[in-house]
């Protein structure tokens, strides 16, 4: 195992969460407070146009500067860290390997053998790590049981860690931003029967992770380059405004959707005469087929579950009435995540219920450095 991935799937640290995104970084510290967790830090720095480029940090001295800020603006003093690089750049396979095999073995196969079918890029390139889940007996009646196998570029990881050496901090966790978003969201997902599958779409600035999800595993990820960026970008033309990275103006924006009108395949009914709406129904249209091309592959592999519901995440998943949206765009019921409900998370100020859902990646980060 490459050392760059070591404490993927390791318990227990102490630290601060940090996640990196191409236009904030966000800093979030929680501790234990009797049953529960309450959330003693939670700050937000903005990242100029450039530092992150689709998923990778194209300016590591500079995107460290912005880290040193957000730490000196929260007034935390700390060494250590937990982050996440995002799922377009990591590569997640859920395999099953016989149970006969003992963990001298299994780390062989993985690593070494099953490691190569599945990367995308060569064998000695790549930070692998993995986690062996539940047993099962398949179709011809042999123990097995399921590995999930994480793999990502040594220059990405390298280049994450690079990153925060330069901003003083030692990371303890680096993981795939769906694993954090998942921790978040842990309580609100066992609703759903084991065999139940859950889709997640976490709108981010400049993308959207599309995760499938069976009993807390992912099971099938996709990323398609549609974010809260291109949505506030269309809104802005149709306006005649300015381009602008600040996507502030789509937290007042409610999501125009006729009650009872079948709109699949459709966003000719809804916005009315609005060119504004109609220019965000375009974009978000264009993300549903999406959503739905990503859905119908998975249930075209196999014996895959049936999903059960569309869980919306990220800065992008909180716009008002996004979630009818979906459902009505889908045949699909869709809700927006809320982890500060779903950790039972003490805050000592009150937060938007539309900024929740985009903070399941950074919460999920802090959880790891309690």
Request: cysteine-free; glycine content about 8%; proline content about 5%.
């Amino acid at each position: 195992m490459v050392s760059a991935l070591t404490g993927l799937f390791s318990k227990r640290t102490k630290g601060v969460g940090i996640e990196l995104t191409p236009d904030r970084v966000n800093v979030a510290q929680l501790k234990k407070q009797g049953q529960g967790f309450k959330l003693t830090t939670l700050s937000s720095v903005e990242v100029p146009e450039g530092i992150m480029q689709e998923g990778q940090i194209a300016d590591p001295t500079a995107m460290a500067g912005i880290i040193q800020t957000a730490l000196e603006q929260s007034k935390l003093k700390v060494k250590r860290a937990s982050t996440a690089i995002p799922g377009r750049e990591a590569v997640t396979r859920l395999i099953p390997v016989p149970a006969e095999l003992d963990d001298r073995e299994l780390r062989e196969m993985v690593l070494n053998q099953e490691a190569g079918l599945y990367l995308t890029f060569p064998r000695d390139e790549a930070d692998v790590d993995f986690q062996k889940l539940g047993s099962f007996v398949d179709e011809d009646g042999i123990e097995k049981v399921h590995v999930l196998l994480v793999a990502t570029r040594k220059e990405v990881t390298d280049t994450y860690l690079n990153t925060f050496e330069q901003a003083g901090l030692q990371v303890d966790i680096l993981e795939v931003t769906s694993f954090a978003l998942i921790r978040s969201i842990r309580e609100q997902l066992r609703n759903f029967a084991p065999q139940e599958a859950v889709a997640i779409a976490d709108i981010e600035f400049e993308s959207t992770e599309i995760s499938i999800v069976v009993d807390g595993v992912p099971q099938f990820s996709r990323t398609v380059p549609i974010g809260t960026f291109q949505i506030q970008s269309s809104l802005n033309r149709a306006m005649n405004l300015p381009p602008s990275r600040d996507t502030e103006l789509l937290k007042g924006m409610t999501i125009p959707v006729m009650p009872g009108e079948n709109t699949i395949g459709s966003t000719s009914k809804m916005g009315g005469t609005n060119p504004g709406s109609a220019a965000m129904l375009r974009v978000l249209g264009e993300l549903a087929d999406e959503l739905r091309r990503s859905i119908d592959f998975y249930l075209n592999q196999g014996d895959n579950q049936e999903v059960a519901q569309l869980l919306l995440a990220g800065p992008g998943g909180g716009l008002g009435q996004l979630d009818d949206f979906f459902s009505q765009r889908l045949s699909l019921p869709a809700s927006q995540i809320d982890p500060i409900a779903a950790l039972q998370l003490e805050v000592e100020s009150e937060i938007a219920q539309v900024d929740r859902p985009g903070l399941g990646i950074v919460l999920g980060l802090g959880l790891r450095e309690i």
